[in-house]
């Protein structure tokens, strides 16, 4: 199931499983995230799998996407 949504100025995009796997984020539900800055449209996180652009600057926001996913 493709997640979509907003945080702030962040707009995200996940892709979320019923249950986790080693593909998952820390073995997590969480395959598939996409996120990007939406004044600038730049990508600020992705992840397919394995991280393609680690979110090095703000773990705060990922663990806060994350919940969001996965309580939906």
């Given at each position: 199931m493709w997640i979509t949504g907003t945080i702030g100025k962040y707009e995200y995009h996940a892709k979320v499983y019923d249950t986790g796997s080693r593909f998952g984020i820390n073995g997590g539900r969480v395959s598939?995230?996409?996120?990007?800055?939406?004044?600038?449209?730049?990508?600020?996180?992705?992840?397919?799998?394995?991280?393609?652009?680690?979110?090095?600057?703000?773990?705060?926001?990922?663990?806060?996407?994350?919940a969001e996913v996965t309580a939906a």
């Amino acid at each position: 199931m493709w997640i979509t949504g907003t945080i702030g100025k962040y707009e995200y995009h996940a892709k979320v499983y019923d249950t986790g796997s080693r593909f998952g984020i820390n073995g997590g539900r969480v395959s598939k995230l996409e996120v990007r800055n939406t004044k600038t449209g730049r990508e600020v996180i992705n992840y397919q799998r394995g991280w393609d652009l680690k979110p090095w600057w703000s773990k705060k926001l990922v663990n806060r996407i994350l919940a969001e996913v996965t309580a939906a």
